[in-house]
């Protein structure tokens, strides 16, 4: 009894085709979405990080 | 991937076992950060297995935005940390029952009145044996007998100059 789903050995699978396609595809307006949250991150980041002192690298 | 799928999905959820585990044992706020991103990695396995038994890209593509947000997760706690550790010199978790109402219990839980250490024990000396050094009497002489030699030695060294 195979209480797990078999995957299809039809259908190509680990294919960086396939999954571009995915991530540009179907889930284009979630990626943009991530890339504004990095953004929002990045800039929350830094403006929250302790300042260092004049002339310090 | 073309084994058994169940041990990859053991496998992720025993990360996210070790990863809660750590983030509730650990007070340490890097450790703690670090096992979170642990739980995120055992649910990343767990989705491009699942990605793979149903012979879909859905699961990679969702461990990719599982990746972005554990960026901006680790980037954000990195800066509060480092933050938090310039103005209390401490990156106990324990700091920041500080931030509460002046009115609010302290959400520790009283671990009992604290245990006293036990008293030093007294460990026997060793009595004085042999004639104390008397620095101001004969052996101050040798000493200054000893050293004149250098002090002739810098003498030359000057005369020589």
Known sequence: VHFLSRPDADQPQGTMHGLGRALFGDYLFAVELAGTLLLIASVGA???APRREQGTL | MTGDVALY???GAGLYALG???FLARRNT???ILSAELMLHGVSLTL???GHMHATHEGQAFTIFVLTVAACDAGLALSLFLALYQKTRSLDIDVWTELREP???SPRRETGPPVSAEPLREFP???PAGRPPDLNGDLQETFDSQHSGDRELTLTGHRDE
Do not use: K
Request: aromatic share 4%.
């Open chain 2, 125 to 127: 000396r060793l009595s």
């Open chain 1, 46 to 48: 830094i403006a929250m």
């Open chain 2, 20 to 22: 809660a585990i750590g």
């Open chain 2, 30 to 32: 890097i450790l703690m």
């Open chain 2, 103 to 105: 009115d609010v219990p």
């Open chain 2, 9 to 11: 999905l053991a496998i």
């Open chain 2, 48 to 50: 491009v297995t699942f």
